[in-house]
């Protein structure tokens, strides 16, 4: 008899199509959420024209492609005691006013930091630009007003429901190969089974009443 798919690798089968399904929505809104997001690592992002920060703060300024993609754009680097860094030349400025020197602490080659570049402390409270020589507009991707990270959470969930559903479709596949393999009976085959059981028992039954009535008689 040929062996149907059990309902335990029925389920996986069904749960990892579902998954799969979930994933595949996801990767599409990563791919939809990461174009409209002012953060480096979106695909096809640009800057915002001004970042808001506060004065005295610590934030971090970052483009694409991190440390090599500037030294690509020609940004010079300068020897340090702790190794080369990038010798960036940056400036300030709030509401159209003239533009003024950033002091950066500037990222060191080979640093494993992926869009970071340098740090900088706020000179001033508003919504400042800040523009690099050999670049242009930065991103300040910790600045007060920073946008969110749907993209980032849809990738991640597409990572997470693809892997899954993968595994559970290709189980739910390698079950049904091994139950037409062996032969297992499904559901049905076992009701016919007891159907044709019972039917046997009952004549047989049948068959024990007569002869007891015929010697009896």
């Not at 089968?13 to 791919?31: H, K, M, N, Q, T």
């Not at 849809?154 to 091994?178: C, E, H, K, N, Q």
Request: hydrophobic share 40%; with cysteine; glycine share 14%.
């Amino acid at each position: 008899m040929t062996g149907e798919l059990p309902r335990g690798g029925l389920r996986r089968g069904v749960a990892g199509v579902v998954l799969l399904l979930i994933g595949l929505a996801a990767l599409g809104g990563w791919r939809l959420f990461s174009g409209a997001e002012s953060q480096p690592f979106a695909n096809g992002a640009t800057p915002p024209a001004t970042v808001h920060v506060t004065q005295n703060r610590t934030y971090s300024l970052a483009v694409p492609g991190g440390l090599p993609a500037m030294e690509r754009a020609g940004v010079p680097t300068t020897p340090s005691n702790a190794g080369d860094q990038l010798s960036l030349e940056c400036a300030w400025s709030i509401g159209g006013t003239a533009a003024q020197s950033l002091t950066v602490t500037p990222e060191h080659v080979g640093t494993k930091a992926e869009t970071t570049v340098a740090h900088f402390i706020a000179p001033a409270t508003g919504d400042m630009r800040i523009t690099c020589a050999h670049w242009g507009a930065m991103y300040v991707p910790d600045s007060d007003d920073r946008s969110g990270d749907p993209s980032g959470w849809m990738l991640v969930l597409a990572t997470i429901t693809l892997t899954l559903g993968g595994a559970l479709a290709l189980s739910g596949v390698y079950s049904a190969v091994a139950a037409r393999s062996a032969g297992t009976p499904g559901d049905d085959g076992e009701v016919e089974r007891f159907v044709h059981l019972v039917k046997v028992r009952s004549e047989d039954g049948e068959v024990r009443d007569a002869d007891g009535r015929d010697v009896t008689s």
